[in-house]
Every structure is written in structure tokens, then in C-alpha cells.
């Protein structure tokens, strides 16, 4: 079966940033579900996986404008440290959810300035070049509630994580009301 739009396809796969550092991978054992032409995996990936068939094995490299975007400036912002307020002590690499006029956008910590904090909302891959290393292992048609609600059901898939394929980053991370959330980053977002 070809990879194409609404295609269940699963993969296994390595990515490695353009300095070679591994940031996500997904074994034959343990392949990422995702459902094909639902913008379910950065759009480079995506556009190199239409037509392949299972067995099908490649590399790919993909550009920031296919992956998570440029890295943009205009994302970094200087806060007041008093906008945490009910965090004991804030720490460089601290993750937080902000709230802002588009919707939760998910910051990290790069720089404590007396007062200050510098937090960074572009994505952990944004301004780079993604390696990406494919064997597609299954592919199968979507069932009609998969197309319907953009993505896979089963045990596989990725619901919470879809866009970040997992991206290696896990971790603990803050929103701006203080609730703490265990598990991953949410690094997701293209």
C-alpha cells in the first residue's frame, strides 16, 4: 500500500539536528502511528513520505520552513519575575505555558536577570536542519472517524504528541497559573 492521504502509516525513525546530536527517534518495535495529509508530522517528513510503500527506506533532510520554522527574535521576551509568582525558585531551562493572545504558547526559561527573566516561546528545533533517518514499517486505510477527527486511534499513535513526535525533550514543565504538569514538554507545533 502507497503512502497517501488518509493512510495510517507507521514508521520508525531517527532524527538528528544538523550537528548530528539524536533529538527523537522511534524504533521498528515501536513505530509512530500517524494518520497521512493531516499535518500530523512537519511538513518536510510528510511530503517526503507520500508514495512510499512499506519496506520503503530513505533519508531525508528537512529544511526549517518544512520543519518548526525560522528561529524568530520576536519570540523571546523579558518578563518581570514577579509574574511567577508561586514558583519557589525559578531555574534556566524552567518550562511554563504562557498565555497569550493566540493560546497557550510554551515558553522556556534562557536567562534570569536580577528582576528579569528571559523566556524563549520559538520551538527546541526552530532555525534548524532536521536529518531524518525512515523505514516505513505499516500502512493501512483510516477508518472514517480517523479522517474525520485528522488523526490515528489505537494503540500507537501519538494523540497527546502528534506534532512533536515525542521530541525527545520531556521533562517537567510550568504554566503561567502555577499547576505543575509531569510528563512531556509539548514541544509539538509546526
Known amino acids: ?14 532524527v538528528r539536528t544538523q550537528d548530528g546530536v539524536l533529538v527523537d527517534e522511534a524504533p521498528a518495535n515501536q513505530p509512530l502511528e ?8 512537519v511538513i518536510g517528513l510528510e511530503k517526503a513520505l507520500e508514495g512510499k510503500e512499506v519496506g520503503d527506506k530513505f533519508e531525508v533532510r528537512v529544511q526549517p520552513e518544512e520543519g518548526y520554522g525560522a528561529y524568530s527574535e520576536n519570540m523571546v521576551q523579558r518578563v518581570p519575575k514577579d ?20 493560546g497557550p504558547v ?6 534570569i536577570d536580577g528582576d528579569e527573566v528571559v523566556v524563549d516561546g520559538n520551538h527546541m528545533l526552530a532555525g534548524q536542519e532536521l536529518h531524518f533517518t525512515v523505514e516505513v514499517v505499516a500502512a493501512r486505510e483510516a477508518t472514517l472517524e480517523e ?44
Not at 1 to 14: A, G, L, T, W
Not at 34 to 41: E, F, I, W
Open 147 to 190: 479522517i474525520a477527527h485528522g488523526h490515528v486511534h489505537g494503540a500507537h499513535s501519538h494523540d497527546d504528541d502528534e506534532e512533536g513526535h515525542g521530541c525527545g525533550c520531556g521533562g517537567h514543565h510550568h504554566e503561567h497559573n502555577h499547576e505543575h504538569n509531569h510528563g512531556s514538554c509539548g514541544c509539538g507545533g509546526h
Open 106 to 111: 510554551p515558553v522556556v526559561i534562557t536567562e
Open 83 to 102: 509574574v511567577f509568582q508561586g514558583v519557589d525558585e525559578l531555574e534556566v531551562g524552567m518550562r511554563f505555558l504562557a498565555d497569550t493572545d493566540i
Open 34 to 41: 500517524y494518520l497521512q495529509g493531516h499535518n500530523n508530522l
Open 1 to 14: 500500500m502507497k503512502v497517501e492521504k488518509n493512510v495510517v502509516v507507521s514508521i520508525s525513525y531517527q
